[in-house]
């Protein structure tokens, strides 16, 4: 009372500004909120938010049996990803693909022709030279012929590769033992390599590459599946 | 004075009218997420667990049976304060007087839950059958039931069965786990089998409820 009977007091005065600068202030909010839509939007959505809450804890504020239940439950199983099952195949079907088989070329082969062919032109050969020369007497057009004949006797039988010495018996006469002997020997096949071929890489590689485009196809669609 | 008040509440209108304006375009109030507003909600005695059971009245039964929740008038509910993860139960049946056995399963909560005399006694997470081998809706019986059960298709043991159909689907202990699915049964957690297995008889009834969303999806 004492308030109203002083009213040129300057504390009423202040007091009195204040308020009506509030009073505008709200005004002014009150006016913004009420005309603009998005921050009407916004309030009518948190108040239906509430009162979906409201609704989903029932109406005086008791929950529903499904909200208690979906409250306890772990969640809804995601569909189709993880729910297929590894289906049995029955047994008929099965297989295996077995590699390719190759048979094991004759051990004899590789090794013998090696070991074995090289030695016999060394052998006989120094006996031949000899002989020719002494009997035929023809070493001298032969010898030039043999240009890797190392013993450098007639008829270039010292000479590693077997058909370069078949030519000089021919000139040389009738020596024709060494020669047949190197020549019978064909170069065996080589023995298949443990690395496997370039077209094999390339397959494997193919194969690989198709596995992983599956997974990442089947991946793809499971993540579409979880998110639809 | 008054002049002074008078300006600075056209100043305040003007501010608000600015303010608006210039949240018009770019409104940052709306970009921010909204925080959940509660309401305040009003406590009845029924919210109240007792003895760690949830009584519901009379309109919760009522809104649950109209919604297809509940096929049958239920009295309470175990109150169970956290959700249950995969392999997790509860059971309570203190103080839960002798009664008709009712199980219902739910496909979409993954949940099953064990009632007598209208109580729920247990509460288990399920798994059950995958997308190409379903598990059978709607009501079924206790056919048989079986401790040590060794099951003649999957050669697998399947303890404390609980047969439900004649082509072998049933309820059994099994390994509950996230991602896991059957070939139509329903599995539990062993413990909650065992205690299971305890409680039924044969010829109890047993609603399988459908996943209501994928369905209807």
């Given at each position: 009372?004492s308030v109203?009977t002083a009213?040129?007091?300057p504390?009423?005065?202040?007091?009195?500004?204040?308020?009506?600068?509030?009073v505008?202030?709200?005004?002014?909010?009150?006016?913004?909120i009420a005309?603009?839509?998005?921050i009407?939007?916004?309030?009518?959505?948190?108040f239906?938010?509430?009162v979906?809450?409201?609704?989903?804890n029932?109406v005086?504020?008791?929950?529903?049996?499904?909200?208690m239940?979906?409250?306890r439950?772990?969640?809804?199983r995601?569909?189709?990803?993880?729910?297929?099952?590894?289906n049995?195949?029955?047994?008929g079907i099965?297989e295996r693909?077995?590699?390719k088989?190759?048979?094991?070329?004759?051990?004899?082969?590789p090794?013998a022709?090696i070991?074995?062919?090289p030695p016999v032109?060394?052998v006989?050969?120094p006996?031949?030279p000899l002989?020719?020369n002494?009997v035929?007497g023809?070493?001298?057009?032969v010898?030039?012929?043999?240009?890797?004949?190392?013993?450098?006797?007639?008829?270039g039988?010292?000479s590693?590769p077997?058909?370069?010495?078949?030519?000089?018996?021919g000139g040389?006469?009738?020596i024709?033992v060494p020669?047949?002997?190197?020549?019978?020997?064909?170069p065996?096949?080589?023995?298949p390599?443990?690395?496997p071929?370039?077209?094999?890489?390339?397959?494997?590689?193919v194969?690989?590459?198709?596995?992983g485009?599956?997974?990442r196809?089947?991946?793809?669609?499971?993540?579409?599946?979880a998110?639809? | 004075?008054?002049?002074?008040?008078?300006?600075?509440a056209?100043?305040?209108l003007t501010?608000?009218?600015a303010?608006w304006?210039?949240?018009?375009r770019?409104?940052p109030i709306a970009?921010?997420?909204?925080?959940?507003?509660?309401i305040?909600?009003?406590v009845?005695?029924?919210?109240?667990p007792?003895?760690?059971?949830?009584?519901l009245?009379?309109?919760q039964v009522a809104?649950a049976?109209?919604?297809?929740?509940?096929?049958?008038p239920?009295?309470s509910?175990?109150?169970?304060?956290?959700?249950l993860?995969?392999?997790?139960?509860q059971?309570?049946?203190r103080?839960?007087?002798?009664?008709?056995?009712w199980?219902?399963v739910d496909?979409?909560t993954?949940?099953i839950?064990?009632?007598?005399?209208?109580?729920?006694i247990g509460?288990?997470?399920?798994v059950?059958?995958?997308?190409?081998?379903?598990t059978?809706?709607g009501?079924?019986?206790?056919?048989?039931k079986?401790?040590?059960?060794q099951?003649?298709?999957?050669?697998a043991q399947?303890p404390?069965?609980l047969r439900?159909?004649?082509?072998g689907?049933s309820?059994?202990?099994s390994?509950v786990?996230w991602?896991?699915?059957?070939h139509?049964?329903?599995?539990?957690?062993?413990?909650f089998?065992?205690?299971l297995?305890?409680?039924?008889k044969v010829?109890d009834?047993v609603?399988?409820?459908?996943?209501?969303?994928v369905?209807?999806a």
């Amino acid at each position: 009372m004492s308030v109203a009977t002083a009213p040129a007091s300057p504390t009423f005065k202040r007091g009195a500004i204040i308020a009506v600068i509030l009073v505008a202030l709200a005004a002014a909010l009150a006016t913004g909120i009420a005309t603009r839509p998005d921050i009407a939007n916004l309030v009518g959505e948190r108040f239906g938010n509430a009162v979906s809450q409201g609704v989903r804890n029932g109406v005086d504020g008791i929950k529903t049996v499904a909200a208690m239940m979906a409250e306890r439950s772990p969640g809804e199983r995601a569909k189709g990803a993880l729910a297929s099952l590894k289906n049995k195949r029955p047994v008929g079907i099965h297989e295996r693909a077995l590699p390719k088989v190759r048979k094991p070329t004759p051990p004899v082969s590789p090794l013998a022709a090696i070991v074995a062919g090289p030695p016999v032109p060394p052998v006989i050969p120094p006996a031949a030279p000899l002989f020719n020369n002494l009997v035929s007497g023809s070493p001298t057009p032969v010898v030039p012929l043999v240009t890797g004949g190392p013993t450098g006797g007639g008829g270039g039988n010292g000479s590693p590769p077997p058909f370069v010495s078949i030519t000089p018996p021919g000139g040389g006469g009738g020596i024709i033992v060494p020669p047949t002997t190197t020549t019978e020997t064909p170069p065996p096949p080589p023995p298949p390599s443990a690395v496997p071929e370039p077209n094999t890489w390339a397959l494997m590689l193919v194969g690989f590459g198709l596995v992983g485009f599956a997974v990442r196809r089947d991946r793809r669609r499971v993540a579409l599946a979880a998110t639809e | 004075m008054r002049l002074g008040a008078a300006t600075l509440a056209c100043l305040a209108l003007t501010t608000g009218a600015a303010i608006w304006l210039a949240g018009g375009r770019s409104s940052p109030i709306a970009a921010s997420p909204a925080p959940a507003l509660r309401i305040p909600v009003k406590v009845s005695e029924s919210n109240v667990p007792v003895n760690g059971r949830l009584f519901l009245n009379k309109d919760q039964v009522a809104q649950a049976m109209a919604a297809g929740t509940l096929d049958r008038p239920v009295k309470s509910l175990l109150a169970v304060e956290t959700p249950l993860h995969f392999g997790d139960y509860q059971w309570n049946d203190r103080g839960v007087s002798s009664g008709p056995i009712w199980i219902r399963v739910d496909l979409g909560t993954q949940l099953i839950s064990v009632f007598r005399g209208g109580n729920e006694i247990g509460t288990a997470v399920i798994v059950y059958g995958g997308d190409n081998k379903q598990t059978p809706l709607g009501n079924l019986h206790i056919l048989a039931k079986a401790k040590d059960h060794q099951s003649s298709i999957y050669d697998a043991q399947m303890p404390y069965t609980l047969r439900l159909t004649n082509d072998g689907v049933s309820i059994h202990a099994s390994d509950v786990r996230w991602g896991a699915a059957t070939h139509g049964c329903i599995g539990v957690p062993l413990a909650f089998a065992q205690r299971l297995f305890a409680a039924t008889k044969v010829g109890d009834e047993v609603t399988v409820m459908p996943p209501t969303p994928v369905h209807s999806a």
